[in-house]
């Protein structure tokens, strides 16, 4: 098969280009390079810039490449942002996905893979976050997310289309340093920016009813994600109509402060955090049952905390080499 995937020169999607070819897929690239970076597609896979919302120009690369398959990984994603600009998310993330669907179900491709999101559950008050859980998104940015769920499981409903709709957890680390986060917008990254910067990172609130009162995340290797797309196409291949809903987390959760306290000890640096109030939406815990995942897939993570953040702080190293600890 031949898959396309959408937003493949960015963080998460290189990961998931190279997981692809490495399993003996052919891929092709197609990204507005507006965060992604063409550097990180590999050799010998085409890349094709441009924007989900051209739908003359999604139906040309549908066919010249003869795709069969599609993982659309391409959307806006900074919450905050989200809440600032709600209009550009719904036009990138919700008119996007719904342009994309128009070509594919036009080029008759068969399998549809989404790349969802945990925000879609909001500030959920259970210990582990199942696909039934119910679904109240705080920012816009998961509303689009959940919106783009409906609208791909309507698409598989009505044209005979096979979709899987992954939601991530909390994405870390690094196939290589090359293809680490050059991003600030989660934990590990901002954690090691501050550091480097001779401050102390942030804890946002240490009154949670947690065992060391901060939040609870779960967090999953960018490589183990990869592979779980990986999983997914290729259910979809075999399966046809499938339609799955499925978390993609580790199923254990680590506190904030835990997470810096392995940051320090993993960078050499040792600088205790300031605690700063809570910030208004915070969930004290989100962590997934990956139950389902497993049983649909056969998938299961394999990396854990420490691998994750070694391999992020090998990338931040090589983009920041002042900040090696000698």
């Not at 098969?1 to 052919?26: C, D, F, N, Q, S």
């Not at 003869?66 to 659309?72: E, K, L, M, P, Q």
């Not at 109509?241 to 499925?246: E, Y």
Request: glycine letters at 8%; proline letters at 6%.
């Amino acid at each position: 098969m031949t898959w396309l995937i959408t937003g493949g020169a960015g963080y998460i999607g290189a990961h998931v280009v190279r997981a692809m070819t490495a399993a003996g897929e052919r891929a092709v690239v197609y990204d507005d390079l507006s965060t992604g970076i063409a550097e990180r597609v590999p050799a010998g896979v085409p890349l094709v810039v441009g924007s989900t919302l051209d739908g003359e120009r999604l139906a040309r690369v549908l066919a010249e490449h003869s795709v069969t398959g599609v993982v659309h990984l391409a959307a806006k994603k900074q919450v905050g942002e989200s809440v600032e600009q709600p209009l550009r998310y719904y036009r990138e993330n919700v008119e996007g996905l719904r342009t994309l669907l128009d070509a594919v179900t036009a080029a008759k491709v068969p399998s549809f893979v989404f790349s969802s999101s945990a925000a879609v559950y909001g500030m959920p008050d259970v210990d582990l976050v199942t696909e039934e859980t119910p679904c109240l998104p705080m920012s816009p940015y998961g509303e689009t997310k959940l919106a783009g769920e409906w609208l791909v499981r309507a698409t598989g409903r009505a044209t005979g289309l096979s979709t899987a709709s992954l939601r991530y957890f909390n994405v870390a680390g690094a196939a290589s340093p090359e293809l680490a986060d050059t991003g600030v917008f989660n934990l590990v990254p901002m954690v090691f920016e501050k550091l480097t910067q001779d401050a102390p990172p942030r804890v946002f609130g240490d009154d949670y009813p947690t065992q060391d009162g901060t939040c609870v995340r779960d967090y999953i290797h960018v490589v183990d994600l990869a592979e779980a797309h990986v999983a997914a196409a290729r259910v979809l291949r075999s399966s046809p109509g499938r339609d799955l809903t499925l978390n993609i987390g580790r199923g254990t959760g680590v506190s904030v402060r835990e997470m810096i306290d392995r940051i320090n000890a993993v960078t050499g640096y040792d600088r205790p955090p300031t605690v700063a109030p809570r910030r208004p939406g915070d969930p004290a815990r989100v962590v997934a049952s990956a139950d389902r995942a497993a049983a649909e897939l056969g998938w299961k993570a394999r990396l854990d905390v420490q691998d994750m953040i070694t391999s992020a702080w090998e990338g931040w190293v090589r983009l920041h080499p002042e900040a090696a600890r000698s």
